[in-house]
């Protein structure tokens, strides 16, 4: 089980890197972040550049609070940042709830989408939560109009638990795992 202020681990895939977020990830964090087409399934809003800034803080955070987290993706091959992936706990005040479950996300870069690369970082994060959080039931919070990460879901091994309503819009929970 990974411990409370252990470092990020780095995680490799066939094209991908996992690591921890780092100061130079802002610029292409805050161009994700800020453009509507990322965020239209996740709130609606664009964020600003210090919002964006503050949630690099909180991923290294979640990792050095819990021992898991989130994430910087980036291409192997050149090192060009892809998006997150990971683990929180965001004590969401939603119906089921999720405390004490891992509740993954995920999230690329537009110019980044359609290549499986979602799909090749949630399986490396999985395999790490499997052997670094055993036994530990895992869900993701997804909009029900956003079918690209239902679709990376559902092939990951997520499958649809519950339908209930998040920050007054509907939402659907997949979950993987006991619980």
Known sequence: ?????APVPLLETARLRLRAHIPED??????MWSAPDTVRHIGGRVFSREENWRRLLQYRGLWALLGYGY???EERAGGCYVGDVGFGDFARAIEPSLSGMLEAGWVLAPAMRGKGYATEAVNAALAWAGGNQPGRRIVAVISPANQASIHVAEKTGFRRW???TYLDAPALVY???EG
């Not at 802002?26 to 161009?31: E, K, N, R, T």
Request: aromatic share 4%; no cysteine; hydrophobic share 50%.
């Open 1 to 5: 089980m990974s411990a409370p202020g």
């Open 26 to 31: 802002l610029p292409a964090a805050d161009a």
């Open 71 to 73: 994430w910087a993706v």
């Open 162 to 164: 519950r339908s209930t």
């Open 175 to 177: 979950a993987r795992g």
